[in-house]
């Protein structure tokens, strides 16, 4: 019986390739180049690997093309592999392969000159930017410059594939790409304008308790600990949102000026009970249960507590519901970095 592998060699490897072990597997074709016809475009859609039937390779089926073609807000939009062998798995990318095949990578980009480059899955990711974890970095901005200083933003997205699979993806797939593009590509961006102002003298405290005690106005609150163990850990700060106002207040922190002082400190405690435990208006928080028990490691019984992570939630149970994710989904154009 003849080898099979005799029947898929390579005549002519590229010089990068010498030492990739995936021309030692059956392909029907090796180092598909499938860049050399791309025209320059503002945006890169980057699969994993190319696709190859019937005599034809193409980075993207047909029904993810579509997809593509449905959420994208712009014109016109190029697409290639990041891997130029077809039908390459994760798994089969050693070290030394990636870093083979990045040299044809940086030459896609080089050709395509676009500022926005969406990486498509994980593999895609880890060939371009080299992080791994797609469900924890979507949505997020890396800089890239390849080796002739071409410089473009790079942003994780799912895989159009787990997207059809998968519609669940749906929202946070198009969300992702909208945000990206009006930002990097249409400018769209709005620098918010957050002013604070941080409580380090007792009365002024006490003024902002007297403002606040019998409010019916919604309030956002956030913490921050030196740990997770409320048994054992110290509340460090405390901040206070109204619709106009920002206030700090230094609680546990070790430079904070009521903790060298103990009358100051009971009566800083006194006051912000003052202000969490009045029942008129409510207490927004993002993940209430772990401020809240930190709080009452103080004495401090929070009244009318909101919950923005439960409110998600019951709103689409299918999407994140960490800050940031939330962050990125509502107010995307005042994020410095996504």
């Given at each position: 019986?003849?080898?099979?592998?005799?029947?898929?060699?390579?005549?002519?490897?590229?010089?990068?390739c010498k030492d990739c072990s995936i021309?030692?597997?059956?392909?029907?074709?090796?180092?598909?180049?499938?860049?050399?016809?791309?025209?320059?475009?503002?945006?890169?859609?980057?699969?994993?690997?190319?696709?190859?039937?019937?005599?034809?390779?193409?980075?993207?089926?047909?029904p993810e093309l579509n997809l593509l073609?449905?959420?994208?807000?712009?014109d016109h939009f190029q697409t290639a592999?990041?891997?130029?062998?077809?039908?390459?798995?994760?798994?089969?990318?050693?070290?030394?392969?990636?870093?083979?095949?990045?040299?044809?990578?940086?030459?896609?980009?080089?050709?395509?000159?676009?500022?926005?480059?969406?990486?498509?899955?994980?593999?895609?990711?880890?060939?371009?930017?080299?992080?791994?974890?797609?469900?924890?970095?979507?949505?997020?901005?890396?800089?890239?410059?390849?080796?002739?200083?071409?410089?473009?933003?790079?942003?994780?997205?799912?895989?159009?594939?787990?997207?059809?699979?998968?519609?669940?993806?749906?929202?946070?797939?198009?969300?992702?790409?909208?945000?990206?593009?009006?930002?990097?590509?249409?400018?769209?961006?709005?620098?918010?304008?957050?002013?604070?102002?941080?409580?380090?003298?007792?009365?002024?405290?006490?003024?902002?308790?007297?403002?606040?005690?019998?409010?019916?106005?919604?309030?956002?609150?956030?913490?921050?600990?030196?740990?997770?163990?409320?048994?054992?850990?110290?509340?460090?700060?405390?901040?206070?949102?109204?619709?106009?106002?920002?206030?700090?207040?230094?609680?546990?922190?070790?430079?904070?000026?009521?903790?060298?002082?103990?009358?100051?400190?009971?009566?800083?405690?006194?006051?912000?009970?003052?202000?969490?435990?009045?029942?008129?208006?409510?207490?927004?928080?993002?993940?209430?249960?772990?401020?809240?028990?930190?709080?009452?490691?103080?004495?401090?019984?929070?009244?009318?507590?909101?919950?923005?992570?439960?409110?998600?939630?019951?709103?689409?149970?299918?999407?994140?519901?960490?800050?940031?994710?939330?962050?990125?989904?509502?107010?995307?154009?005042?994020?410095?970095?996504?």
């Amino acid at each position: 019986m003849n080898n099979l592998h005799s029947l898929y060699a390579v005549d002519e490897a590229n010089d990068f390739c010498k030492d990739c072990s995936i021309l030692q597997k059956s392909k029907p074709v090796y180092c598909v180049d499938d860049y050399t016809q791309l025209k320059a475009a503002d945006t890169l859609f980057l699969s994993d690997s190319i696709k190859y039937r019937f005599g034809k390779s193409y980075a993207f089926s047909k029904p993810e093309l579509n997809l593509l073609a449905e959420f994208f807000p712009g014109d016109h939009f190029q697409t290639a592999a990041a891997v130029k062998c077809p039908s390459v798995r994760e798994a089969d990318m050693s070290p030394t392969n990636m870093e083979a095949c990045r040299n044809f990578l940086q030459a896609t980009i080089d050709k395509v000159k676009p500022r926005l480059v969406f990486v498509c899955g994980n593999l895609a990711m880890k060939m371009l930017i080299k992080k791994s974890g797609i469900t924890n970095k979507r949505g997020k901005s890396y800089e890239y410059t390849t080796d002739n200083e071409h410089s473009c933003i790079v942003v994780p997205i799912f895989h159009p594939y787990s997207v059809v699979k998968e519609p669940r993806h749906r929202l946070l797939f198009e969300t992702d790409i909208r945000n990206a593009y009006e930002k990097y590509v249409l400018g769209k961006t709005h620098e918010g304008k957050l002013e604070y102002k941080v409580l380090t003298d007792i009365q002024e405290v006490r003024e902002l308790a007297e403002s606040l005690r019998d409010t019916n106005e919604t309030l956002a609150m956030d913490i921050e600990t030196t740990g997770l163990n409320f048994l054992t850990d110290k509340i460090q700060t405390i901040a206070i949102s109204s619709r106009e106002t920002n206030w700090v207040i230094p609680c546990d922190h070790k430079d904070s000026p009521f903790k060298t002082d103990e009358p100051d400190s009971a009566s800083m405690w006194i006051n912000l009970k003052r202000i969490l435990e009045n029942p008129r208006n409510k207490k927004v928080f993002h993940n209430a249960k772990f401020d809240l028990k930190f709080l009452m490691s103080y004495g401090i019984h929070t009244k009318n507590v909101w919950d923005t992570k439960i409110m998600h939630h019951l709103l689409d149970e299918n999407l994140p519901k960490s800050l940031m994710d939330l962050v990125k989904l509502y107010f995307p154009t005042e994020l410095e970095s996504l």
